[in-house]
């Protein structure tokens, strides 16, 4: 983009709020990224998270210094309070009750729109990535958690208390796992990135899973959703029962929304899902399975398109309204 285009743009800051990194970039009017920037959550107390998020989006702002800045908006990972900009929990920050929007807003300046990260990944598919077009979206990612959210009808739903479509923290097993938001049970606790690590550790240590210990070097550093996966096909017994138990219940989870939702067009994304091309496929095949039979009629399944950009760019274009031109 040329100095003088540069000049004239009106672009929305969005920010990608996670337990390891903040991202944050300036996007205009019709979803393309402009000037982006990266930055490692070492210290995970709100003072300092919101230090970081200040120093990205200065980096993001200089990269494209003559574009006017109109709006802001995060996606956090976490539950929050409505639209009051107050994250409820964060498990992956270890936050209970931060008032995020308003420490933000004193920090740059400017208001700020908090939203759920996957609120904002599943707007940015739906205005330029794989939902582009679709009036009736479910989005689901499984990364270092499990988190989903609705689009109906063109509007996102948030619900009476903001936190509509939180697959993650639905529960499947009474009284299981501990999950980090506090509860028992969740589908995250068993199937979330975090957790699969937590799992996999454990049935190293009681001596279940020689090939996970020798797939990761001995080093549980090493310990990944995709490791999982290898050790669970060559018949790892450790392995594959925590894969299989997490794989189950996710078809099961995302199969039942769709038959409750009836979504046009279902977006799978996050790492987990990225790095394991055969649990992406193992659970369209699942949803086929046990979707209700007139919810699957015409309903396409889509790996995210947007990558990692989902989010900021879904974050920046709901600040802003919407998108020039989308429905």
Same mark, same amino acid.
Not at 66 to 76: M, R, T, W
Not at 306 to 317: Q, R, V
């Given at each position: 983009?040329?100095?003088?285009?540069?000049?004239?743009?009106?672009?929305?800051?969005? &920010?990608?709020?996670?337990?390891?990194?903040?991202?944050?970039?300036?996007? *205009?009017? %019709?979803?393309?990224?402009?000037?982006?920037?990266? !930055?490692?959550? /070492?210290?995970?107390?709100?003072?300092?998270?919101?230090?970081?998020?200040?120093?990205?989006?200065?980096?993001?702002? =200089?990269?494209?210094? =003559?574009? !006017?800045?109109?709006?802001?908006?995060?996606?956090?990972a @976490?539950?929050?309070?409505? *639209?009051?900009?107050?994250?409820?929990? +964060?498990?992956?920050?270890?936050?209970?009750?931060?008032?995020?929007?308003?420490?933000?807003?004193? +920090?740059l300046?400017?208001?700020?729109?908090?939203? $759920?990260?996957?609120?904002?990944?599943?707007?940015?598919?739906?205005?330029?990535?794989?939902?582009?077009? /679709?009036?009736?979206?479910?989005?689901?990612?499984?990364?270092?958690?499990?988190?989903?959210?609705? &689009?109906?009808n063109?509007? #996102?739903?948030?619900?009476?208390?903001?936190?509509?479509?939180?697959l993650?923290?639905?529960?499947?097993?009474?009284?299981?796992?501990?999950?980090?938001?506090?509860?028992?049970?969740c589908?995250?606790?068993?199937?979330?990135?975090?957790? #699969?690590?937590?799992?996999?550790? /454990?049935?190293?240590?009681?001596?279940?899973?020689?090939?996970?210990?020798?797939?990761?070097? @001995?080093?549980?550093? %090493?310990?990944?959703? =995709?490791? #999982?996966?290898?050790?669970?096909?060559?018949?790892?017994? @450790?392995?594959? %029962?925590?894969?299989?138990?997490?794989?189950?219940?996710?078809?099961?989870?995302?199969? $039942?929304?769709?038959?409750?939702?009836?979504?046009? %067009?279902?977006?799978?994304?996050?790492?987990?899902?990225?790095?394991?091309? !055969?649990?992406? *496929?193992?659970?369209?095949? @699942?949803?086929?399975?046990?979707a209700?039979?007139?919810?699957? =009629?015409?309903?396409?399944?889509?790996?995210?398109?947007?990558?990692?950009?989902?989010?900021?760019?879904?974050?920046?274009?709901?600040?802003?309204?919407?998108?020039?031109?989308?429905?």
């Amino acid at each position: 983009m040329s100095p003088e285009a540069l000049f004239s743009t009106e672009v929305a800051l969005g &920010i990608d709020l996670g337990g390891t990194h903040v991202r944050a970039a300036l996007v *205009d009017a %019709r979803g393309a990224i402009v000037s982006c920037a990266k !930055k490692r959550v /070492e210290d995970r107390a709100p003072a300092a998270v919101v230090e970081v998020i200040g120093a990205a989006a200065s980096e993001a702002q =200089q990269g494209a210094a =003559q574009a !006017k800045v109109v709006a802001c908006g995060v996606g956090a990972a @976490g539950q929050l309070r409505g *639209d009051t900009g107050v994250v409820a929990v +964060a498990p992956n920050l270890g936050w209970r009750d931060v008032p995020l929007g308003s420490m933000l807003a004193k +920090a740059l300046g400017r208001p700020v729109r908090v939203v $759920n990260d996957l609120s904002a990944a599943a707007w940015g598919e739906k205005c330029v990535g794989a939902a582009r077009g /679709e009036r009736d979206v479910y989005t689901v990612f499984v990364g270092s958690g499990v988190g989903s959210a609705v &689009i109906a009808n063109g509007q #996102l739903v948030l619900g009476a208390s903001g936190v509509a479509g939180e697959l993650g923290h639905t529960k499947w097993v009474p009284d299981g796992r501990l999950c980090g938001c506090g509860e028992r049970g969740c589908l995250e606790a068993y199937a979330g990135g975090h957790n #699969l690590i937590a799992q996999m550790r /454990e049935a190293i240590a009681a001596g279940e899973s020689p090939k996970l210990s020798a797939l990761g070097g @001995g080093d549980l550093s %090493r310990l990944t959703a =995709q490791v #999982l996966e290898e050790a669970a096909v060559t018949g790892d017994p @450790g392995a594959r %029962r925590i894969y299989e138990q997490a794989v189950s219940l996710l078809c099961l989870a995302i199969a $039942n929304q769709v038959t409750v939702l009836n979504p046009a %067009r279902l977006i799978l994304g996050g790492g987990v899902l990225r790095h394991s091309p !055969k649990t992406f *496929d193992r659970l369209v095949e @699942g949803i086929g399975r046990f979707a209700s039979a007139t919810s699957r =009629q015409g309903l396409k399944i889509s790996p995210a398109a947007l990558g990692d950009d989902s989010g900021l760019i879904g974050a920046a274009l709901l600040a802003r309204g919407g998108l020039l031109g989308s429905g």
